[in-house]
Structures are given as C-alpha cells and as structure tokens.
C-alpha cells in the first residue's frame, strides 16, 4: 500500500505531465488518477460573455473595478488548500461541531478540516495564525489536489 506523502508526490508528477489518466494496483489496492478536462471547456464557454459586457460603456468600469478590489483583497489572504484529493468535512462527526467557521481564531497547529482520501481521514491544519475570513468548501464535496479550502487573514 502508498503511503500518503507517495501518493501526494503521484498526484504532482501527473499534474505536471501530459498525461490523462494513472491507475496503479498493488496488493488489492487501487489508484485511478484522472485530470479534470472540464476547466478548459469552462474558459471556453465564459469568452463569449466579455463582448456583451463591455457594450455597456457605464456598467464597464464598475464591473472591472469590483474584481480588481475583490483581488487585491485576496491577496492579502492566505489560503488553506487541500493537500490532496478526497472528500472534505467540516467536523470530525455528523454530530460535531464544525472545526471552525468564519470569524474563528486560528493559529498553525489548528485543526481547520478533515479531508478523507482511501478510507484514511487526514486532519488539515491552518499553518498560519489568524482570523478565518471565508469557508470555501462545503461538507462532505470532493476536493482535489491544491483545491482552496479557507481564507485566513494571517496575523
């Protein structure tokens, strides 16, 4: 069986590659790696909708001045994300409480999730002091690798 940080380190060599799709078997255990192809259909759909928004001379700069203070809001922020693909929970059991919310007090041992991936439910950590400004997932999604899981304004 693969470790964790093997799998982890799987998971970066085919995102790096030009490869699809990965399966590896091994003493009854199965991996099926698959890239996700929908993003670049998802750009494809969005390019026709810039035109019809610039026609409009008045809503054009406030539309592109909103994105561009929402960015720079965001840069100020670290994110948490998802050191691997799995299924993301706000709370170690149905019945818990959630780890944290927006507005909770973090610092870099905190306990913000658990991600589940194979079975094994792997606890995610802030790795930074300071005040979660957004939830970014919902409980029980499938997250992938890299994927923003919090906002946190470091302290």
Known sequence: MLKI???????KLIDQSTIDEFTYENEGAKIKLKKNKEVVQQV?????VAPVQAASAQQAPAQTEAPTKEATASENLHKITSPMVGTFYASSSPEADPYVTTGSKVNENSVVCIVEAMKLFNEIEAEVKGEIVEVLAENGQLVEFGQPLFLVKAE
């Open 5 to 11: 940080e093997e799998i982890h380190e799987l998971i």
């Open 44 to 48: 494809a759909v969005q390019a026709p």
